[in-house]
T-cell receptor, first 114, second 117 residues
Framework: AQSVTQPDIHITVSEGASLELRCNYS??????LFWYVQSPGQGLQLLLK??????LVQGIKGFEAEFKRSQSSFNLRKPSVHWSDAAEYFC????????????FGGGTRVLVKP | EAGVVQSPRYKIIEKKQPVAFWCNPI?????LYWYLQNLGQGPELLIR????????DSQLPKDRFSAERLKGVDSTLKIQPAELGDSAVYLC???????????????FGPGTRLTVL
């Protein structure tokens, strides 16, 4: 069965500083990997996804993520955080062999200090 | 283009009462998902529809939960009777197709926050 671990429950970062959110997955074959963001009172919005090819993936809002097969990781990064990036971030893994099911991690809440 | 619409946004009920949530997906999206999101956790799939057919309901607690998508468009999720542990956010999502297209991007509604007293 597939699973996702996000080790950091909360992260506080200063506005303008860089941000990195960790994600580790468990799946026997090549996974499809996603990062979603959830702002208060809003639905989840897809930031980026990795299916194949270049392991460095660019997404919306200036985010990028890097797939590292050897570490079973898909960490999300942003070079300079804006106050509007305060939200909860979810990493997810999907697999067609698992009935196209998306399995989400527990999320990381990002707080941005002025 | 309108996104996924859910109603109500908030619902407070007493335990043992019934409750229903409604979802209208994005126009043209034939795949619809219901997720449960407990506080401080990621969403967990309850049921997935492709058109009118429930193709994955393995995680739906069928003793008290039911869902329907009669015309392959909007959907209703029902709990009867509700228990204290059902307090959570219920998310609806839709995608243009199942399979890899469904994994490609799911569009989520804002959710219904249920509180059972």
């Amino acid at each position: 069965a597939q699973s996702v671990t996000q080790p950091d429950i909360h992260i506080t970062v200063s506005e303008g500083a860089s941000l990195e959110l960790r994600c580790n997955y468990s799946y026997g074959a090549t996974p499809y990997l996603f990062w979603y963001v959830q702002s208060p009172g809003q639905g989840l919005q897809l930031l980026l996804k990795y299916f194949s090819g270049d392991t460095l993936v660019q997404g919306i809002k200036g985010f990028e993520a890097e797939f590292k097969r050897s570490q079973s990781s898909f960490n999300l990064r942003k070079p300079s955080v804006h106050w509007s990036d305060a939200a909860e971030y979810f990493c997810a893994v999907g697999a067609t062999a698992a009935g196209n099911k998306l399995t989400f991690g527990g999320g990381t809440r990002v707080l941005v200090k002025p | 283009e309108a996104g996924v619409v859910q109603s109500p946004r908030y619902k407070i009920i007493e335990k043992k009462q019934p409750v229903a949530f409604w979802c209208n997906p994005i126009s043209g999206h034939n795949t619809l998902y219901w997720y449960l999101q407990n506080l401080g956790q990621g969403p967990e799939l309850l049921i997935r529809y492709e058109n009118e057919e429930a193709v994955d309901d393995s995680q739906l607690p069928k003793d008290r939960f039911s869902a329907e998508r009669l015309k392959g468009v909007d959907s209703t999720l029902k709990i009867q009777p509700a228990e204290l542990g059902d307090s959570a956010v219920y998310l609806c999502a839709s995608s243009l197709g199942g399979g890899l297209a469904g994994l490609n991007e799911q569009f989520f509604g804002p959710g219904t926050r249920l509180t059972v007293l």
